[in-house]
């Protein structure tokens, strides 16, 4: 009885981690598929990249960018002021290109590089973005957008460079 309680336990000890990381990897790979088709779907099917977004959803652009920084927006907002009232008028034509050229992830979150490429209101936006997502109940419940302020400020908002005096 010792033995077969002996080889159980050390049994179990082989096969629970290998379930625990099948069940990561699985967690993982799904956050990977659901923010590669959120990415995918953003610009041209709005209502799939919506039923991606969990109704606690908020999304912040990172930065220093005066215009478009560090302002919140939830759910309903990030489609009606972020997309509608601030990407839009930038970007009149819409993006040419948004690919997902890599991407990373665990059970609680994911961050996809990506390279865009669009014309703007002051010619060409090829920019490069990090997008990290985090998840919650399977749906994305952040996101937080990283990419080259200097290309926002000088591209789209016709800032001009100068040495600090």
Known sequence: MKIKAFLLATLLAFIVPA????????????????????????????????????????????????????????????????????????????????????????????ALMVEGDADGINGRYNNNYVFIFKFKEGKIASLREYTSDLMVETRLYKQKLSPDQ
Do not use: C
């Not at 379930?19 to 709005?46: C, G, P, W, Y």
């Not at 215009?67 to 907002?77: M, W």
């Open 19 to 110: 379930n625990a990381a099948d069940h990561q990897q699985t967690s993982a790979s799904k956050n990977i598929v659901t923010a590669t088709k959120f990415m995918e779907t953003l610009l041209t099917d709005r209502e799939t990249a919506d039923s991606l977004l969990h109704p606690d959803f908020d999304f912040l652009f990172m930065g220093i960018s005066p215009h478009l920084s560090n302002v919140p927006y939830n759910k309903k907002t990030y489609w009606s002021v972020w997309m509608d009232q601030v990407i839009a008028p930038l970007v009149p034509d819409g993006f040419k290109k948004v690919e997902v050229v890599d991407a990373i992830g665990d059970e609680k979150g994911v």
